[in-house]
């Protein structure tokens, strides 16, 4: 059975996300995690995009033997719903999936996902490291000795992440 997906956020700026997903197109239920999916073994899910914060969820779904596509190219759903004339909502965006080919997915493995979430980490930490070095090229040098612990604590965990990966 085929599962099509839309993963959009709650509220403007929110941290959280809404899925709703439909098997026919006419029926669409919501879930706030994709475990919540009642997909079976050998069941497909297609879905537009997959949010780092849902990685153990799919995870769980690889586990119980679901195969898990997100679509390689969001603006495809624009086009898509722009040739259908659908509106700009999570059903409209289901439709438009479901008229996507399914070459144009691009199958989710969990080594992917945790690969992933580790990147997304690291760049955390790169991008912080980046921002204190700046910081502490503006100050002066007695202002400068209060950052130094900081930086050489996030140049450590930067290492260590990346001997462990």
Avoid: W
Avoid at 55 to 72: A, P
Avoid at 97 to 117: H, N, Q, S
Avoid at 123 to 150: D, G, I, M, W
Wanted: proline share 3%.
């Amino acid at each position: 059975m085929k599962f099509y997906a839309d993963v959009h956020r709650t509220k403007k700026n929110s941290e959280r996300y809404r899925i709703t997903y439909t098997v026919d197109g006419t029926t669409f239920k919501h879930v706030d995690g994709f475990n919540e999916i009642p997909a079976k073994p050998g069941d497909q899910i297609f879905m537009d995009t997959l949010p780092v914060q849902h990685t153990d969820g799919v995870i769980e779904l690889l586990g119980r033997g679901v195969g898990v596509y997100y679509l390689r190219r969001l603006m495809l759903i624009e086009k898509i719903r722009g040739e259908l004339r659908l509106p700009k909502s999570a059903r409209g965006d289901i439709k438009a999936l479901m008229k996507i080919g399914e070459r144009c997915f691009r199958r989710v493995t969990e080594d992917f996902l945790v690969l992933r979430r580790m990147i997304l980490t690291y760049r955390s930490l790169l991008k912080t490291h980046q921002q204190l070095l700046n910081k502490y090229k503006a100050l002066s040098e007695a202002e400068r000795e209060v950052l130094k612990p900081a930086i050489s604590s996030i140049e450590k965990q930067m290492v260590e992440m990346a001997k462990n990966s």
